[in-house]
């Protein structure tokens, strides 16, 4: 089985900071990855799919990068909106999602 | 518009299974590429995938969950049905239903996702 993880597993930010946020996959998943936001009460919404495509609807703030093992979610100046947990998933065998990541407000 | 809306029991007891129908509308699981999946979420906790069908039959379960597992299909009825069985406390969790899609060799996971159904496992 893939074993995800994420770092930071907490991040405190203010309104116009750059945020990164780290996924890095047990093996090569090349880029089978995904990016979800959750807000809470709420189901996750697909942000980034293979790795650095946006999902049509999805500001361009958010950009992700990537492949093999180690992967970034990029939020590049950072809205009241984007306060929520990230998730990150890969699909290139099954599925598995990472632990997420809360983005709090600082 | 594609919505998906997941049904079943709030409150289950241990040992029992459990049954959660995927009512989805907006797209057809006769499709290819079309694929219906099921991810839980115990609250307070991380997202958990259960199992997906595709448009084609092909069945993929999470391996540590297999054997409890049962995924189906009717596609007239534009349903997707999860039976998991020997319900424990530990399962207690937000179950959801969402949508993958694949267009040629790229692959869209869980683009459109239901609201979630709360079951709650206990005596």
């Known amino acids: 089985d893939i074993q995800m993880t994420q770092s930071p597993s907490t991040l405190s930010a203010s309104v116009g900071d750059r945020v990164t946020i780290t996924c890095r996959a047990s093996q090569s998943i090349s880029s089978w990855l995904a990016w979800y936001q959750q807000k809470p009460g709420k189901a996750p919404k697909l942000l980034i799919y293979k790795a650095s495509s946006l999902e049509s609807g999805v500001p361009s703030r958010f950009s992700g990068s990537g492949s093999g093992t180690e992967f970034t979610l990029t939020i590049s100046s950072l809205q009241p909106d984007d306060f929520a947990t990230y998730y990150c998933q890969q699909y290139n065998s099954q599925f598995t999602f990472g632990p997420g990541t809360k983005v709090d407000i600082k | 518009q594609i919505t998906l809306k997941e049904s079943g029991p709030t409150l289950v007891k241990p040992t029992q299974t459990l049954t959660l129908t995927c009512t989805f509308s907006?797209?057809?699981?006769?499709?290819?590429?079309?694929?219906v999946g099921w991810i839980r979420q115990p609250p307070g906790k991380a997202l958990e995938w259960l199992a997906l069908i595709y448009w084609d039959d092909d069945k993929r379960y999470s391996p540590s969950l297999k054997s409890r597992l049962t995924i189906t299909k009717d596609t007239s009825k534009n349903q997707v049905v999860l039976t998991m069985t020997n319900m424990d406390p530990v399962d207690t969790a937000t179950y959801y239903c969402?949508?993958?899609?694949?267009?040629?060799?790229?692959?869209?996971?869980?683009?459109?996702w239901g609201q979630g159904t709360l079951v709650t496992v206990s005596s």
């Open positions: 907006g797209f057809s699981l006769s499709t290819s590429g079309v694929g």
């Open positions: 969402a949508r993958s899609n694949h267009f040629g060799v790229v692959i869209v996971p869980f683009d459109y």
